[in-house]
T-cell receptor, first 115, second 112 residues
Framework: DQQVKQNSPSLSVQEGRISILNCDYTNSMFDYFLWYKKYPAEGPTFLISISSIKDKNEDGRFTVFLNKSAKHLSLHIVPSQPGDSAVYFCAASANSGGSNYKLTFGKGTLLTVNP | KAGVTQTPRYLIKTRGQQVTLSCSPISGHRSVSWYQQTPGQGLQFLFEYFSETQRNKGNFPGRFSGRQFSNSRSEMNVSTLELGDSALYLC???????????FGSGTRLTVV
């Protein structure tokens, strides 16, 4: 049972345009969401996160939107740059009452930004 | 601050052998998690350790095991390797109570 789903395996956009990556989740206990970026042969690097008490978080060119009622979040990259080409993973965690915050990941979306 | 260090970076093993992977977390980070990444499967959670205790375990067979030492360094072991164990194994560490993890570069394991 996949609790975090990224339904688009790949996305291609032109440099300077907006990239929108989507993520859906099924577990209503998830209260913290993260996006990681991953280049080949490297580990994932943290990009941006959002708590369930917010519906938007912005960091430079990256904005994450959370729609709790739809159990949906999205990552917007504006403007997109060729260096943004990578696999983007959506991840979620639930507050189990302790300090135990296991991350559940989606399968990733390969973003290609064309010059 | 040094990042999460995983050794070795690359490993080739024969089916049936066993392998041990090592992870040194960021200094001060006491939680260490392990993930397996295979093509098309994303990152699958293996287990998480905190203060030398396994707190959480994913849905992997008993051939996959791990441990954490008093200095927070962690190892994972895979016994009786199968071809399907070929993957990128990622270690991640975090501070107590942190909601996100910092990942290492991974160990690429190839089973032939």
């Amino acid at each position: 049972d996949q609790q975090v789903k990224q339904n688009s395996p790949s996305l291609s956009v032109q440099e300077g345009r907006i990239s929108i990556l989507n993520c859906d989740y099924t577990n209503s206990m998830f209260d913290y969401f993260l996006w990681y970026k991953k280049y080949p042969a490297e580990g994932p690097t943290f990009l941006i996160s959002i708590s369930s008490i917010k519906d938007k978080n912005e960091d430079g060119r990256f904005t994450v939107f959370l729609n709790k009622s739809a159990k949906h979040l999205s990552l917007h990259i504006v403007p997109s740059q060729p260096g943004d080409s990578a696999v983007y993973f959506c991840a979620a965690s639930a507050n189990s009452g302790g300090s135990n915050y296991k991350l559940t990941f989606g399968k990733g979306t390969l973003l290609t930004v064309n010059p | 601050k040094a990042g999460v260090t995983q050794t070795p970076r690359y490993l080739i093993k024969t089916r049936g052998q066993q392998v041990t992977l090592s992870c040194s977390p960021i200094s001060g980070h006491r939680s260490v998690s392990w993930y397996q990444q295979t093509p098309g499967q994303g990152l699958q959670f293996l287990f998480e350790y905190f203060s030398e205790t396994q707190r959480n375990k994913g849905n992997f067979p008993g051939r996959f095991s791990g441990r954490q030492f008093s200095n927070s360094r962690s190892e994972m072991n895979v016994s009786t390797l199968e071809l399907g164990d070929s993957a990128l194994y990622l270690c991640a560490s975090s501070e107590v109570g942190a909601r996100g993890y910092t990942f290492g570069s991974g160990t690429r394991l190839t089973v032939v």
